[in-house]
């Protein structure tokens, strides 16, 4: 995971700095590393949202099931 926030810190700084470049050379570089952190933090919720969906649906499928539809699985089995 380390290396997915690197990543996008580094692209998320590098385009900040060509959006910022006809503001001016100072402004651009200053502003890389706030760009690049706020671009890395945004991947970072992506990926707990993502993870935390995927959590989600892949617990036990029983508690989904219809009590009805259980009762009636229990007394076919009897």
């Known amino acids: 995971m380390a290396i997915i926030y690197f ?4 692209i998320g700084g590098l385009t900040g700095c060509a959006m910022l470049w006809p503001y001016g050379a100072v402004i651009a570089l ?3 590393p706030f760009i690049g952190s706020l671009f890395a933090l945004c991947v970072a919720i992506l990926v707990y949202v993502r993870s935390s969906g995927e959590r989600n ?3 036990d499928r029983t508690t989904n099931v219809d ?3 259980s009762s009636q699985a229990a007394a076919s089995r009897r």
Do not use: G, H, Q
Not at 7 to 10: F, N, Q, R, S
């Open 67 to 69: 009590p009805f539809r």
């Open 7 to 10: 990543a996008a810190a580094l």
């Open 57 to 59: 649906m892949s617990e």
């Open 30 to 32: 200053i502003s890389m």
